[in-house]
């Protein structure tokens, strides 16, 4: 397998379960040459 494949794999394993587990908040993708060498969890929580 490639390692840019194995990259996308990775990186979209961690996304789904990075959202899986949030309910309010972002995730932001950091891409360098065609790689994604970093991922940001903003995550909120509500008070009510």
């Not at 990075?18 to 969890?41: A, F, P, R």
Request: glycine share 2%.
């Amino acid at each position: 397998m490639s390692t840019r494949k194995e990259n996308i794999d990775q990186t979209l394993e961690s996304v789904k379960k990075m959202v899986s587990q949030m309910q309010y908040g972002s995730i932001t993708l950091v891409v360098q040459d065609n790689y994604v060498v970093q991922i940001e969890k903003n995550e909120k929580i509500r008070l009510k």
